[in-house]
Structures are given as C-alpha cells and as structure tokens.
C-alpha cells in the first residue's frame, strides 16, 4: 500500500537546523523562481551522437536525423539551424539544390555552387510552432553534373552535411517540479539531451541498509538513462556542495539529512518514504529523498522508486509506502539484446521489426547479433534464412542483394523477377571462425530502375527491398572460455551481466564504506542494469567482511578497494589471488613469487580479475583507486568502450592521462564444458591430414580383406 501527501503548493520557507553542524537550509517546497534565459550550440555530433558525417549521393537523396524538444524548457526564440555542409565541385548550380525540412515543413532550399563548395553554410530558423516533442531534421538533394545526360552512379554527384552543423537553443528553464507522478522527470527529461545526474550526499559513512538501498537504485537509474547514462558528481557532505541533482538516502539514525529535511513528518518503523523537492541553493535541480523509518522501511522506499510501473504509484510532493510485495525490476531496454536461448530464433526475438530500403543508394539493414561472452558457435551449426521481397520495376540485370557478416560478404543474390517478389528466403551458411560474442549481419540491397534513360529524370523512390522480421538465425552453440581475461568485459560487462540476471552479483565494499565508494558501486551498478539482460538485477551491496564471500559462494563479486585495505583484499594479496600495492610501492607478484616492484608518485586505479577463492567457475573482480576520486573514476571507465576495447589479460592499469596498460600475470582456467560433438569437428579440423591418411589407410585394409574373403568363398579376387 502507498498513501500520498500533497504539500500545500504556496510558496514557503522554512529554516531547519542540520543537526550536529548548526548548518541553516532554506527548504523550498513547490517555490518557482525565476530562471535566467540560457543559449546553447548543439552541434549535431554532441547532442545528438552523430558519429560521422551524412552523406548525399545520386541525383535525389535524403537522409534524416531526429532530435527532441526538452520538456523542462520554455523557448524564448525559434532555434537557429545552423548547416554546415560541402558538395562536390562539379555540380551544375542551375540544377543542384539542398532542402532542409523539420517535421516535413520546408525551411530553405540552398543552390549548391561554387561558394558553398567547400565550407558551405545555412541559418535558418525553425518555427517553434512547427516543433513536437520529437522532431525529424530532414535533408534532401537534387544534384546533376550534366544539362541532359548523367549516370546517377558518377562519383561526382555527392554533397556531404557535416557533424559539426548545430541549432542554437534559446530558453528559460522551467522551475524544477515537485510531482512524483511524473517521476523520473524532472530528474530525467526523456526528451532532453546529456545523462542523467545524481550527487550522492551524507554527511557521514553509509550503512548497510543504505548500500541496500543503492542496490536497487543504481540499477534502475541506469535504466531510465540508457544510453544517455547516468554521471555521478562527486559526493558530498551538505546539499551545499551537491552541484546536481541530490540524492538523499538513510534513516533518521543513519544520515542526519533525513531528519533534517523530515523535521515533525518522520517515518514509522517499517514504512518506507519517498520526497522529491526544490534545491535550496540552485533551483535548477532538486532533492530525491529515499528514506525509511528503519532498514526495513528503507529497502520498501527504494523499491518503490526502482520497480516497474504497476509500483509508480507515487504522487505529490512526497508519498509514505508502507508495503511492497513482489518486488519487480525496471525492465531493460537494451536495443540489442542477447540472442535468446535455443538454436533457432527470429529477428524479433533480438528486436528487429520489418524494414525497408528504397533507392540507388539504399543504406544497409543492420542486424547485431549478441551473444554471452563465452559463445563458441559449433563447426557449419550457423545459418540465417533471410526472408525478403523487393519491388517491380528493377533492371534484373544490375539489381541484386547482398549479405555481409562482421565486413566479409557471403552471398550475393540476383532480384531476377522483373515483376517482383512478395515473399522469398534465402538461406545463408554463417562460417562459425566469423561468429563471435558481439557481431552485425548486414543486408544491402543494389536497385536499379528499368528502363534507365540517362537523358530522362528518373525517381528512384519507387524502387524498395525489404527484410521480413521472422526471418530467422540457426545456431547452435556451446559456452566455454578462459579465465581471467578482461578483455571480456566488452561484451556487455561479461559475466557480470549475465551473473545479474541469474545467481547475482555481490557488490563488496570498504568496512567504513563512504560515499566515495558508494557513488562508485552505483556507476557500476548502473551500467550494469543497462547491459543485464531481462528484467531481473540481481546486484547485492554489502561492506566488508571476512565471511562475505565465503557465505555467497554462488555469486560472483566485485570488490572496491580503496586506500586503506580490508579483510578480503588483504586475504587475497596474502595467497596471491590478486596483486598487492602499498600507498608508494607497487608489488605484483605470482604464486609468491615477486615479479615487479616499483615506486609510483602519481594516483592511478586498476582493475583486476581473478578465480573466486571459494568457487573456481566464479571470478571477482578487483576495482582498486588509491583515493576515492581514483575509485569513482575506474567505475565510470567500466562503461566507456574505448577503455574496454583496451583491456585484455587480467590486470588492468587505469593512468590519470586516460591510458590503459594491461598485463596478464594469472594463470587461465577454463569455465564451461565443451561438447563431445565439437571437440570431435576441432578434432577433425584440426588433423585433417591424418585423418585423410587414415582413411585410405582403412580403405587399403579393407580392400585387402574382402578379397581375402572372396578368395576363400571361391570368388574371384584379383
């Protein structure tokens, strides 16, 4: 059951004292003050992750991008479109042409002539009357080379819009809303632009029913942000040095911040609350207040706040649950999902709709295929049926398909039907040595009209190919792979993701864990809920104990370690699971045996992997900072693929300057079994000239016995 508490909605100040600290906060609930007008450039590369620029190709081609209006902002002027763009030189001014649209109202038609050639540019307002909530920024180009007579192919006909084209926004940012319904706006605009940001404040450590809380919080915080990520700023002790949103956790008896802001309306013993209110020094941002009466009521108000939606009951400025059942986690909206279990699965089960593709220059359908970390696709157990239909009206000559698996093409097939086709398939054979955890097939169609005339305009949008979603992918494959090895971890945080969504995941943190380590464990965790495939996160936050691992010998673990060690970390250095380091001198060792010592002068992190000490088909992994800033930033790189396309071995070191330095000083097991079928086919593979040798030396034996037989049976054997 939750009940709400609406909070009167005037304007008012309250001054409560911070206990302990004699630290007055001016408390403003539902107060809307007013906020300076703000100017941002948003080139299309930072705003909207345009990681190349756009090309335009052919006589007539278009492209779009799509880019939102944020909720939290009352625009004051039409934003600015501000096109960077260059064409070819070649092209015929009279003819050539570059239109911008938004939501298919036209803003201006540029010629493309010698000035704009090279560093061409447009400003163009966009009507505010014309912007939704999403928009589509859409460009379209008629180009030609020749008064009369062109070939659509010539290399010559291209125009480029370049990543650096931006629209400047103008607005006032709307007061910050205290509504839970709406929650998680305004911590989290679904249409806005950046991640989403939290600053974790307690004036002291964080208890065990607090890490409990974070839990489940960092996992669905990453769900809400998705690809737009959560950042966390660094901790604080006051809401003063908090220069995000803050994010207040605890009970009365664990962080005084909660009695502080809870002053006359604190919680029952095993009831739970939720508030959300103003930042009383920037109210730009706000305050998300997750407390409980005790460690009981604490875990239901976290709970509310990261379930699915049949538990998004809260409402008002603050809400009291009093009891949760059958906790159910944000489900994940990973774009590319892990390949379901089976051998054979559709385009849907991976997230695939149909898709069509239309014109000369037709972009390829992309379809990733994920798989855990330790896929091992058997020997010719791989195939796709491609299920597909394409339009009338094609030269059957030129026109064709084409399947490329991670870049190397595998079939091209001819669209030979100048009719067309509703619906046909193909079926492809997938080399298993191409196969790996992380991969892209791609279908590319070629179109060509009939009947081109050179001399005649001719549209090609009524030229299409399409591939069906139940099209369909066979494999069959088994799970084994070396460990230590970090360069796993790009797969999706492998086997963290997965062990989250089965036997769970133990986050170990310091003894006296602080809100360094704790807003590192939440980064991870974070990330963690993004890539974890299904609905379920199964991420446990503890401090450290000497039992801790040996009581959860199921679980894989992550162990935080900062300057001062603990009990776990220091068990492991001792028999050599891990590497040990002093505050100046570096050791690495193996068995016992010293392989490097060294002084360092600078901070630095690592991340480490080695064989769970009480369960060898279990790894831990070691995220190590010397000071807290160096911990927060080792978690934050776990969710940058730059760095994780760097790590391989089992030890990783993570310099100031953003280097990566990998070593491999462990010694690898393997996890998982091999099929008697596949060791057989690497077998083969592998001695086939032995086995070819074999095999006519039975032949040879063979033949010798049946005429041994014959001879014998009166037959004639010569």
């Not at 969710?639 to 300057?657: C, E, I, K, M």
Request: glycine share 8%; net charge negative.
């Amino acid at each position: 059951m939750i009940s709400q508490t609406h909070a009167d909605r005037k304007p008012r100040v309250r001054a409560v004292g911070l206990a302990g600290r004699g630290l007055a906060l001016v408390m403003l609930a539902g107060y809307s003050p007013n906020l300076a007008a703000e100017t941002w450039e948003m080139t299309l590369e930072e705003g909207l992750n345009l990681g190349a620029d756009i090309m335009l190709q052919g006589v007539t081609d278009f492209d779009h991008l799509d880019f939102s209006t944020p909720q939290r902002w009352d625009l004051t002027a039409d934003p600015i479109l501000n096109l960077k763009f260059d064409h070819s030189a070649v092209l015929i001014p009279e003819r050539s042409t570059l239109t911008v649209l938004v939501n298919d109202s036209p803003l201006a038609t540029v010629r493309l002539d010698a000035a704009t050639a090279s560093g061409g540019q447009l400003s163009v307002p966009i009507p505010r009357s014309v912007l939704q909530d999403y928009n589509r920024l859409q460009y379209h180009v008629v180009q030609h080379v020749g008064p009369e007579c062109e070939d659509p192919f010539d290399p010559a006909l291209w125009s480029r819009v370049l990543a650096k084209t931006s629209i400047t926004w103008t607005y006032d940012v709307r007061p910050f809303a205290t509504e839970l319904l709406d929650f998680p706006y305004p911590y989290f605009d679904p249409t806005g632009y950046g991640p989403l940001e939290f600053t974790l404040v307690d004036p002291g450590g964080l208890s065990a029913g607090e890490l409990d809380a974070l839990s489940w919080l960092g996992p669905a915080f990453g769900r809400i942000a998705t690809y737009r990520e959560l950042e966390m700023a660094a901790p604080a002790s006051t809401l003063d040095g908090a220069t995000t949103h803050a994010l207040v956790v605890g009970t009365p008896a664990s962080n005084p911040l909660v009695a502080a802001l809870l002053v006359g309306a604190l919680p029952a013993a095993g009831e739970g609350l939720v508030r959300t209110m103003v930042h009383p020094f920037d109210p730009r941002f706000g305050i998300l207040l997750v407390a409980g009466g005790d460690d009981a009521g604490l875990r239901k108000a976290a709970i509310a706040v990261a379930s699915d939606d049949r538990y998004e009951l809260l409402s008002g400025v603050q809400s009291s649950i009093r009891e949760v059942r059958d906790p159910i986690h944000r489900p994940t909206v990973d774009p590319s999902p892990l390949a379901p279990a089976g051998e054979t699965f559709p385009l849907t089960r991976i997230g695939i709709d149909d898709h069509t593709v239309r014109g000369f220059y037709s972009a390829p359908i992309e379809v990733p295929l994920t798989f855990e970390g330790d896929t091992k696709v058997r020997v010719d157990a791989a195939s796709f049926t491609l299920r597909y239909a394409y339009g009338a009206g094609l030269d059957t000559r030129l026109s064709s398909m084409e399947v490329r698996l991670n870049g190397v093409a595998l079939r091209s097939q001819a669209l030979d039907d100048p009719d067309g086709e509703a619906l046909t398939e193909l079926k492809v054979r997938l080399p298993h040595d191409l196969l790996r955890p992380s991969n892209k097939l791609l279908v590319q169609f070629h179109l060509f009209p009939a009947d081109f005339d050179p001399c005649r305009f001719t549209t090609d949008r009524a030229i299409w190919g399409t591939v069906f979603a139940n099209s369909e992918f066979s494999v069959v494959r088994d799970h084994f792979t070396m460990l230590p090895e970090l360069a796993l971890l790009r797969h999706d945080l492998w086997p963290l993701n997965i062990a989250a969504a089965g036997q769970g995941v133990t986050f170990v943190l310091p003894e006296e864990t602080d809100t360094a380590s704790g807003t590192a464990a939440m980064l991870l965790a974070a990330q963690l809920g993004v890539v974890t495939p299904g609905n379920q996160v199964d991420i446990r936050m503890v401090p450290a104990s000497a039992t801790v691992l040996s009581a959860n010998p199921e679980r894989d673990a992550v162990l935080f370690v900062e300057s001062n060690p603990n009990p776990i970390w220091t068990a492991l250095t001792r028999d050599g699971t891990i590497t040990a380091s002093g505050d100046s001198e570096r050791l690495l060792q193996r068995t016992g045996l010293e392989l490097l010592r060294a002084s360092v002068g600078t901070r630095y992190a690592t991340i480490e992997e080695a064989a769970h000490p009480n369960a060898p088909s279990r790894s831990i992994l070691v995220v190590r900072g010397s000071d807290g800033a160096a911990l927060i930033d080792a978690a934050a790189a776990m969710a940058r693929p730059d760095v994780l396309f760097q790590l391989s071995g089992n030890l990783a070191v993570l310099t100031p300057s953003g280097g990566v330095n990998t070593l491999a000083v462990a010694e690898q097991r393997q996890v998982g079994t091999v099929s008697v079928l596949s060791r057989g086919y690497s077998f083969l593979k592998q001695q086939w000239l032995l086995v070819t040798f074999g095999a006519l030396l039975g032949a040879l034996v063979l033949t010798r016995l049946v005429r041994g037989w014959a001879r014998n049976n009166g037959g004639q054997a010569e």
